[in-house]
């Protein structure tokens, strides 16, 4: 029986990457840094999860000869850089550059109104899915969720699994008993390496994506209703409708 919804964020909640893209750029000219992301340059470096992780990705591509023997130095400037970064995110967020995917906000409320738990697994800061949350849902947002994993609280970013496994835990729930929404194949592993049968919904940066296992494709979840998503999750766990 279906008892929980599970939701990525960035990409899945919403179409964040480009605000986030702009704030990368933004961060790296007030940095003093000669870096410019292109979209196509990001949606590679979309294939490593974390934006810190992704700035160590890149200084490392950028250059490759360069060590820092303790990585203090290199810790404290990427911290630097993703607090920057962070700031500037959460102000074109207030200014209303991102909204929630066709459909989030209907199934979410559908959801509460028939007494589904409702979770975020994601490997994105606390900070970005306060901002993105409130501005879509009031400052009262956190009350719909019964658990949020965060990057704060499973550093482990996926594909690990570690989000998903911290989630199903605090829910108390098996992974039969519940449905997760993704949008790329990283996510897609991770939810699936816990058994959760699993929604994908793509974006722009993550249409390429193998996403082979997921419960279903979707283009977005806009007229997606619980009738159909409960027949959907008792097809893939063997229950009845």
């Known amino acids: 029986m279906l008892q929980a919804l599970i939701f990525d964020v960035d990409g899945t909640l919403a179409d964040t990457e480009r605000a986030h893209l702009a704030a990368f750029n933004a961060a790296f000219a007030a940095e003093g840094l000669d870096w410019r992301w292109d979209e196509a340059l990001y949606t590679r470096l979309l294939e490593v999860s974390g934006g810190k992780e992704r700035i160590q990705h890149y200084w490392q591509q950028v250059y490759p000869e360069r060590r820092d023997i303790d990585g203090n130095e290199l810790r404290a400037f990427i911290d630097r850089l993703h607090e920057v970064k ?57 009350r719909a969720f019964a658990v949020i994993e965060d990057a704060s609280t499973a550093p482990r970013k996926k594909p690990h699994p570690q989000v998903y496994q911290q989630t199903l835990a605090r829910l108390g729930l098996p992974a039969a008993a519940c449905v997760a929404f993704e949008d790329s194949a990283n996510g897609l592993q991770a939810a699936r390496a816990c058994g959760l049968p699993t929604i994908v919904t793509p974006n722009a940066f993550t249409a390429h994506h193998d996403v082979r296992g997921a419960l279903r494709v979707l283009p977005s979840l806009d007229g997606l209703t619980l009738p159909t998503l409960r027949q959907w999750h008792a097809e893939a766990v063997g229950a009845p409708a």
Do not use: K
């Not at 102000?91 to 959801?111: F, K, N, S, T």
């Not at 899915?129 to 409130?134: D, F, G, H, S, T």
């Open 86 to 142: 962070t700031a500037f995110y959460e102000e074109a967020v207030r200014q209303g550059a991102v909204q929630l995917r066709p459909g989030v906000l209907d199934l979410i409320v559908a959801a509460q109104r028939e007494g589904l738990r409702l979770a975020i697994a994601t490997t994105t800061s606390p900070v970005n899915i306060a901002a993105l949350l409130r501005a879509a849902m009031g400052p009262d947002w956190q």
